[in-house]
């Protein structure tokens, strides 16, 4: 099955402890993304890939890292979390030129 | 990317159907329009695009203004499990554009 998928689906933790989401999809894409999403402020793009080895800034990078070292794996870390951090996140893949992307089931952190 | 505006929210009636503007008047000549939908806090998914011609596929209809000033996406038989929030985007070639950037959306809710 065609799908995206994150890990974990929820995760609490505390202030300055390291943690990556993966995301993960078996579609061949070329293009994936990140995406935070919190109340009365809809969707915003925290980071991009065009392809392995290529990232680029969205609306919101601070204080998240990417890495694109294979076509299938985009994972999503965060240094030194901050309370601010918390939030619903997806990730989003798709071929490049498309305009549909394709969403993960989410990813609930929360950061004390 | 040009900027879209969406009612918050509208209501419709199960069986009618629901039409749901959205302006996005500083629209350039390369810009494409496209809609999303999220159903309560699922990953969004993907409804339809346009350029400056109507479209329509199995889920939806696409009415671009002459001017492509702004836009309507019609459900045609709208049932309760079209209740969610839908957005509206404009940009310049889907994901090799790379950047994308989802709005407020309007939260819609379809009462039997």
């Known amino acids: 099955e065609a799908q995206v998928t994150q890990n974990p689906r929820y995760l609490i933790t505390v202030t300055g402890k390291k943690l990556t989401v993966t995301c993960s999809q078996n579609m061949n894409h070329e293009y994936m993304s990140w995406y935070r999403q919190d109340p009365g402020l809809g969707l915003r793009q925290i980071y991009y890939s065009m392809n392995v080895e290529v990232t680029d800034k969205g609306d919101v990078p601070e204080g998240y890292k990417v890495s694109r070292k294979e076509k299938r794996n985009f994972p999503l870390i965060l240094e030194s979390p901050s309370p601010n951090q918390t939030s619903l996140y997806f990730c989003?893949?798709?071929?490049?030129?498309?305009?549909?992307?394709?969403f993960g089931p989410g990813t609930r952190l929360t950061v004390t | 990317d040009a900027k879209t505006t969406q009612p918050p929210s509208m209501d419709c009636a199960e069986g009618r159907a629901a039409n749901l503007p959205c302006n996005h008047s500083t629209i350039s000549g390369n810009e494409y329009v496209y809609w999303y939908r999220q159903i309560h806090s699922q990953g969004p998914q993907y409804i339809i695009h346009?350029?400056?011609n109507n479209e329509t596929n199995e889920m939806a209809s696409l009415i671009i203004t002459e001017d492509r000033k702004s836009s309507t996406l019609i459900l045609p038989h709208a049932t309760l499990r079209d209740t969610a929030v839908y957005y509206c985007?404009?940009?310049?070639?889907?994901?090799?554009?790379?950047?994308?950037?989802f709005g407020q959306g309007t939260i819609l809710t379809v009462h039997p």
């Open positions: 989003a893949s798709s071929f490049l030129g498309s305009y549909e992307q394709y």
């Open positions: 985007i404009v940009s310049p070639g889907g994901t090799s554009y790379g950047k994308l950037t």
């Open positions: 346009g350029l400056k």
